[in-house]
């Protein structure tokens, strides 16, 4: 069974760049994977897609943070990553990585880590 | 990107069966089958409970269901349980301005 851990920085400051890695463990990060995709939850608030990476090298993301937004993978590394740019206060929540294997659900997903943008 | 909608709260007494409806646009719930819905504890990752509109992964209770009717999923948890009390959010394929996954605003179930 996979299993996700989300990595990086609890704290970034305002105008900044919030960079996230996934590792993926227990298995092959390209074996049975569909997509994999970034979500986050800003404290009390509900869940909100940031955008999504097919096995194609496809890429898809919120419209609402399209311009900031770059979703990569590294099979190499069993790994994906996020990163979002000019992060301002706003952008504080718990960003979850999640892997949808056959369909359009996310079906695992990591613990989640809480990212806050202060000076 | 409009989430779908869901109501804030739904509340039952153990035993009884509750029903979460999720509205969208025919963007997406009511244009593909790709609904899911994910239980969420507090302080804990969603998990995903139905997919496909209908179906449930393997080791979900059959005591959640899932259907559809044209923009609108709905999600029953039946005989409901203490440990059923989460935010629910229901989600969606959706293909409009080339984006690809919205979520539901999420509901508080309440067990009495």
């Known amino acids: 069974q996979l299993q996700l851990q989300e990595s990086g920085p609890g704290l970034v400051k305002p105008s900044e760049t919030l960079s996230l890695t996934c590792t993926v463990s227990g298995g092959s990060i390209s074996s049975s994977s569909y997509y994999w995709g970034w979500i986050r939850q800003p404290p009390g608030k509900g869940l909100e897609w940031i955008g999504s990476?097919?096995?194609?090298?496809?890429?898809y993301y919120n419209p609402s943070l399209k311009s900031r937004v770059t979703i990569s993978v590294d099979t190499s590394k069993n790994q994906f990553s996020l990163k979002l740019s000019s992060v301002t206060a706003a952008d504080t929540a718990v960003y979850y990585c999640a892997i949808a294997g056959t369909t359009y659900a996310f079906d695992i997903w990591g613990q989640g880590t809480m990212v806050t943008v202060s000076s | 990107q409009s989430a779908l909608t869901q109501p804030a709260s739904v509340s039952g007494s153990p035993g009884q069966s509750i029903t979460i409806s999720c509205t969208g646009t025919?963007?997406?719930?009511?244009?593909?089958?790709?609904v899911s819905w994910y239980q969420q504890h507090p302080g804990k990752a969603p998990k995903l409970m139905i997919y496909d509109v209908s179906n449930r992964p393997s080791g979900v209770s059959n005591r959640f269901s899932g259907s559809k009717s044209g923009n609108t999923a709905s999600l029953t948890i039946s005989g409901l349980q203490a440990e059923d009390e989460a935010d629910y959010y229901c989600?969606?394929?959706?293909?409009?301005?080339?984006?690809?996954?919205?979520f539901g605003t999420g509901t508080k179930v309440t067990v009495l």
């Open positions: 990476i097919y096995y194609s090298g496809s890429t």
């Open positions: 989600s969606s394929y959706t293909s409009s301005s080339l984006d690809n996954y919205v």
């Open positions: 025919s963007s997406d719930v009511g244009g593909y089958n790709y």
